[in-house]
């Protein structure tokens, strides 16, 4: 870095002597993460590199560079050999013996690190060897020794910053927020205000990049991101080659700021330059525990990352907690609890790590153990808000708002200024539905950190919905509202709140907390920025105990009464359990909810289920969770969603759901599920499995279809299996049809030939056969074998009755076409009705009977078609046009019956509400069609007299003459002769 740089950038970044506050302004770094609203963190602390820029000597030794070069790209054996070479032929060579130290330390070997050091010849005059030293200790958390050895640097030279930085790091440690406030002050106040532009040039990258972290714990991250480390970058980039603790650290300011994507690619260049930097991997994987955005593989990617690191560093205090920190999110408290065990083995003083352990302690209500950690954290850091912090982030996770809360307000409590618990306090406060409290601390937060994206968001949120939504109080709910939508929402919504409210509690035999406080979004990104404060949350309702969201159609393609239910079902099984219900369970329930009470919202999930676990991806109950926590494929929460829900329907349908009851208890009580399950059923876990599969089968046989198998490794199963038994024909069709399923075109007939030969008129080896024939577009000859299918009774019934349906379309005989589909429709009811489908087996039907004028089995496909299908629009709407159509009474009211369903489907159609208040009026369905009217009113194009006249009717037909009256009379005040007014006034008695 040139002087003059030097200089520009001292008088550009003058603030940093000004005060030790960020500046509000947006650095250009950050500016364009918050200007896309959504953007999308991890939360880090800087840990020890081993990866810093060696100071090179104008004289160095030959092989000197060759070293250095290995240390930078991870060859740490190779540097080992070549520093201590240089170190054998000059005892001398403090740089050989730093060298030889941190290629030492980057694998673990700590001890031998400090021996080279020590033993040193230059050990007691040497400030770059005290300082590595301390560095050591200070990463494996002997504080004292850490910073006896600090201070002993700075005695030798008192502008050394990384000395000076990290002894500040360990006065924090310690509780002496006041001391190390003073010490990196003095690193930004005292050595970089007095550098000349000599020295600054004289500097290495990496003491740049020390002071930047200086700026970072006095909470200047604008300084550091757009002074310090640009000189950094510019000091490295001189040399031709990449700071490595400069890429880490400056992604770790974007892990900060919910900044993802930035801080990945920070990471992703300092592992670019050295692939065994163990560091930066754990870094990378944190980011991706993290951040949702990457998807369903997102696990996986991180424990490779600390899978590398550990290969590298066995020892890595930081790896062994984000590997904690994958199992406390799978609810593993056990698991968790050992690798946060060894972290804290190796850097005792971490109170990140001693902070998670003893949130596995809470969460297991393990209380002994809690106070152990708690009176460690206090003994080592009387203001230790670090530590209770720590706590109320993990325990969040694990939907535990109001105990975070709690343990943020105790953390402040310790330190009033430790700012970053503002931010986790004032959500969780927000998620309690205390909003007064809660927007004090994310004010607090955005004054102290206005570079938290999460923040910005949420106080961008509460601004919209300050602007955008109206309060709306009614009986034990509080309700925001679009005002847009407000009307719709107060007349739907608010009804089936209250009867989700009467309903749960009795089912559940619970009393709630009123208020229940509800939120709804009409636009998607507002609703994700509630609930995780980023974009692109993938899902249309979420529930933090008395505080649901929701979004309507708007946002998302729904049925919002279903949604709705589901998360109110939420609500009833975290407050049973004070929010210790595991997530298998409470999502479960929610789905079996859903239509316990409302029979047409009945999930259906037979095809997509039935795949799931004919492909072997459903997992034990012990391992549940997993699937929500750490889906492997993409459908994998979906999937454990709807067996969570197969879960409670086993435990009802063979018990009773009295031993629901009795397992919320369980978890009620801090009970694990293994205990719980041999409790309530006399049963391990593994029994339990073994019924729960057998109840599985038997119901995928029922369902009728043979599912899709989707498992590539199968097929390698099969095969093994058939080199020891060529000749077992049910191996032979299992891997038949999973070729078939897989796409293998080539192998499914050489594998159905081998069966045909051992046996000819094997059913099913026809159908699969005759199913590839078909997709390979040779209808005629796949028509033979799918015909010897079904006369030889294959189990592929509807796959095979469909595919002879469609050839016998194709071929023009419509009469032999619908011959086939209503077999198959038979066959398996839901498989013929797949929403995804632009045109299912049923609307062809119906289609076909339309044209051929049979309007008894249109109406009868239309119907079951519905009933399966409890969010597909296409048959409501079409069955509510015919009976519309038909008139009549009876007809009507059947109208009326599925118009009302289409209400929760689609309710911003004006033109639906006002065909349901004319058959509600019309066919007696009198309290439909008072709510539609008074709802009608709110829209200007409604005709009042119209509305008026209808609601006057409708009251009377209740029997309520006061209200048929009182609309009367507004009839009369706009036509003052209007004789059916005149004549309800009459009958009112008026």
Known sequence: MTGSRFMRERRQGSSLKQENKPVQILP????????????????????????????????????AEDARAKLRRGDYEGAREDFAALLKADPDDSVAALGLARASAATGGWEKALTVLQGASKWESSTALQTEAGKIHLQTGKLEQAEALFRKAIELDGDNVTALNRLGEVLSLRGLGKQAEKTWNEVIDRVYQGLTADEAEALEADEFVEMGLSLIHLNRFKDADTVMFPQAEEQAEELGRKCQ???????????????????????????????????????????????????????????????????????????????????????NLSRARKSFEK????????????????????LASDGESFKEQEAAALKQNSECAEFYHTISQAIERRFRYKDAALMSEKALALNPDYWPAFHTLGINLLRMGREEKARFYLD??????????????????????????????????????????????????????????????????????????????????????????????????????????????????????????????????????????????????????????HPSWTRRFEVELGSAYASGRLLTLAELDFGFSKPKYPMQVLMSYYQGCMVVRYITERWSFEKILEVLAGYRDSKGTREIFREVFDLGLDEFDKGFFKYLDDWVVANGLVPAVMDEDLADELQL?????????????????????????????????????????????????????LRDGRSTAAEKDLLKALEAKTRYGFRVNEALGN????????????????????????????????????????????????????????EQWRKISPEDLRP??????????????ESTAKAVAVLDEVIFINPFDLKLHKELARAASSSGAHAIAIREYKLLLSYPETNPRTAYLALAKAYLGLGDKKEAGSFARKVLEIDSENAEAEKILEQAGE
């Open 245 to 331: 603790l400069l890429l880490l650290e400056w992604g770790r300011i974007y892990q900060d700021k919910y900044n993802y994507p930035d801080a990945r690619k920070s990471f992703r260049e300092a592992l670019e330059a050295n692939p065994y930097f163990a560091d930066a991997m754990v870094a990378m994987a944190e980011n991706y525990l993290e951040d949702f955005t990457v998807g369903t593989g997102r696990f996986d990617l991180a424990e490779k990352q600390l899978e590398k690191a550990l290969e590298v560093n066995p020892d890595h205090p930081g790896a062994h907690a984000a590997l904690g920190s994958l199992w406390l999110s799978d609810g």
């Open 721 to 773: 299996d058939l080199e020891d038994d060529p000749d077992n024909i049910d191996k032979l069709l299992k891997l038949a049809w999973v070729y078939y399923c897989g796409g293998v075109e080539v192998d499914v007939p050489l594998t159905v030939g081998k069966i045909l030969k051992l046996e000819p008129d094997n059913a099913d080896a026809h159908a699969i056969l005759g199913l590839q024939k």
């Open 444 to 597: 607090k937060s955005y004054k102290e950190d206005p570079f938290n994206i999460y923040v910005f968001n949420t106080r961008k949120l509460l601004k919209h919905m300050d602007k955008g939504h109206r309060v709306f109080k009614q009986g034990n709910f509080i309700l925001k509202l679009p005002k847009a939508d407000y009307e719709i929402l107060k007349t739907y919504l608010v009804p089936l709140l209250e009867e989700a409210y009467e309903k749960l509690q009795k089912h559940y035999r619970v009393e709630l907390e009123p208020p229940v406080y509800i939120e709804v979004f009409s636009d998607h990104k507002w609703f994700s920025a509630r609930i995780v404060g980023l974009g692109g949350f993938p899902a249309t309702g979420a529930c933090f105990g008395n505080l649901v969201a929701l979004t309507t159609p708007k946002a998302l393609p729904q049925n919002w009464g279903v949604v709705a239910w589901h998360e109110f079902a939420h609500v009833i099984t975290l407050h049973s359990t004070h929010h210790r219900v595991p997530r298998w369970l409470t999502e479960g329930l929610s789905v079996f909810e859903e239509g316990r009470d």
């Open 876 to 889: 409501r709407l079409e069955l509510g046009k015919f009976y519309l159509g038909a008139g009549g009474q």
């Open 343 to 362: 972290s804290l083995e190796v850097n005792p003083a971490n109170l990140q790590s001693r902070g998670l352990l003893a949130a596995c302690a809470f």
């Open 807 to 862: 050839i016998s379309m194709k071929n023009g005989d419509k009469e032999k076409a619908i011959e086939f589909l209503e077999r198959a429709r038979v066959v398996s009811p839901r498989a013929g009705a797949l929403q995804g489908r632009r045109v299912n087996l049923y609307s062809r039907l119906a289609s076909w009977y339309r044209e051929s004028g049979d309007e008894e089995k249109m109406i009868e496909r239309l």
């Open 28 to 63: 250009g770094n950050l500016i364009d993460s918050l200007r896309v609203f959504l953007a999308v963190l991890v939360l880090a602390v800087p840990v020890l590199s081993a990866q810093e820029e060696e100071p090179a000597g104008a004289d160095e030794p030959i092989g």
